[in-house]
C-alpha cells in the first residue's frame, strides 16, 4: 500500500466551473475525513465518512460542495460553482477505526491545491 | 471546541541548534498528534502519542496529559528540517475528526 492518493495535485479553474477532487486511503482503512486549508492556517475539518456513510458535515461545507464515497473505499469532493474563496489545499486523510470508536493509524494524503482565477 | 495554541509561531535557529515546539490544547484527550508540513503541501504524520514520550530519529515528542500540554523537540537541526510543524487533537477527546493549530513555520539555515 502506498499510502493515501490524492488526484490531481494541482487544479486552476475558472470561476463558475465545477471541480472534482479524488481521494484514495489506505485500503484497511475504514475512515475517510477532508479537510481544506487556507493559505498561513492550519487544517480545518470538512467532512469524514465511515465506510461509506457520511457520518459528519462541517458548516464550512456549503451547499455547492459534495462529497461521496460510494463503495467504502475512495472518495470524492465535488465543488460547483467555483468562486475565488475556494482556493485552498485540500487534504484527505484515513484511518481505522476501532470498536470503541478511537482512530489508528491517521494518515494523509499530499492534498490537492484547488486555484479558482 | 478543542482550542490548540501553539509556540513560537515562526522559529529560526542555526544548524546544530537544539529546537522546540509547543502545543496546549484546551479539552483532554486521548491521542495527539504532530504532523508536519514541507512547502508544497503535502502533510506526513510525525508522532500519535496518548502518554509520555516517543522518539522517531532526532526527533522527541512528549506529552504532558494532566497539564495539557505537548512538545516537539528537534536535535541536531538541519537545513532539511525547515517545514511547518503542526499540532493536532481530537475536538472534544473523541478521535475523529482532529483540531489543528496553526503551525509553526520552522527554517534551518546551515
Known amino acids: 500500500d502506498t499510502g493515501v492518493s490524492q488526484d490531481p495535485r494541482h487544479k486552476i479553474t475558472k470561476r463558475g466551473q465545477n471541480v472534482t477532487f479524488r481521494c484514495d486511503p489506505i485500503s484497511e482503512h475504514n475512515r475517510l475525513y477532508w479537510y481544506r486549508q487556507t493559505l498561513g492556517q492550519g487544517p480545518e475539518f470538512l467532512t469524514y465518512f465511515q465506510n461509506e456513510a457520511q457520518l459528519e458535515k462541517s458548516r464550512l461545507l456549503s451547499d455547492r460542495f459534495s462529497a461521496e464515497r460510494p463503495k467504502g473505499s475512495f472518495s470524492t469532493l465535488e465543488i460547483q460553482r467555483t468562486e475565488q474563496g475556494d482556493s485552498a489545499m485540500y487534504l484527505c486523510?484515513?484511518?481505522?477505526?476501532?470498536?470503541?470508536?478511537?482512530?489508528?493509524?491517521?494518515?494523509f494524503g499530499s492534498g490537492t491545491r484547488l486555484t479558482v482565477v | 471546541k478543542n482550542e490548540v495554541e501553539q509556540s513560537p509561531q515562526n522559529l529560526t535557529a542555526q544548524e546544530g541548534e537544539f529546537i522546540t515546539i509547543n502545543c496546549s490544547y484546551s479539552v483532554g484527550i486521548s491521542a495527539l498528534h504532530w504532523l508536519q508540513q514541507h512547502p508544497g503541501g503535502g502533510i506526513v504524520s510525525l508522532f500519535m502519542l496518548s502518554s509520555g514520550k516517543k522518539k522517531h530519529g532526532r526527533l522527541i515528542a512528549t506529552i504532558n496529559i494532566q497539564e495539557k500540554h505537548s512538545s516537539l523537540h528537534i536535535t541536531a537541526s538541519h537545513p532539511r528540517d525547515s517545514a511547518v510543524y503542526i499540532c493536532?487533537?481530537?475536538?472534544?477527546?473523541?478521535?475523529?475528526?482532529?483540531?489543528f493549530g496553526k503551525g509553526t513555520k520552522l527554517t534551518v539555515n546551515p
Open positions: 493536532a487533537v481530537p475536538p472534544q477527546g473523541g478521535s475523529e475528526k482532529l483540531v
Open positions: 486523510a484515513s484511518s481505522l477505526a476501532s470498536g470503541q470508536g478511537f482512530s489508528y493509524g491517521y494518515t
